[in-house]
Nanobody, 115 residues
Framework: QVQLVQSGGGMVQAGGSLRLSCAASGRTWSGYDMAWYRQAPGKQREFVASIYWSGTGARYGDSVKGRFTMSRGNGENTVYLQMMNLKPEDTGTYYC????????WGQGTQVTVSS
């Protein structure tokens, strides 16, 4: 059974950058689309970005367009979320996902942006 193992994240000041990674282990690439979501305390989960299993077709939530970039490593079972010009409102727990709501989720990674 596939597992999604996340790494990266941490604390950064506003305007800074972070990169999140999500590695799929347990089998080769499934063919499912991959996505990132985030959830801030007291708020609903929010779509951040998604990408086709081929590594193309990236889409972004309105709040992160132009600042975040999702990609897939060539020949790797890993996707990345490069976050630039971070804002305090980007603070939250970030989750990678494969296959939608009822698919597989990573363990979550905390991102904290201070003003």
């Amino acid at each position: 059974q596939v597992q999604l193992v996340q790494s990266g994240g941490g604390m950064v000041q506003a305007g800074g950058s972070l990169r999140l990674s999500c590695a799929a282990s347990g089998r080769t690439w499934s063919g499912y689309d991959m996505a990132w979501y985030r959830q801030a305390p007291g708020k609903q989960r929010e779509f951040v970005a998604s990408i086709y299993w081929s590594g193309t077709g990236a889409r972004y939530g309105d709040s992160v367009k132009g600042r975040f970039t999702m990609s897939r490593g060539n020949g790797e079972n890993t996707v990345y979320l490069q976050m630039m010009n971070l804002k305090p409102e980007d603070t939250g727990t970030y989750y990678c996902n494969e296959g939608g709501t009822f698919g597989t989720w990573g363990q979550g990674t905390q991102v904290t942006v201070s003003s």
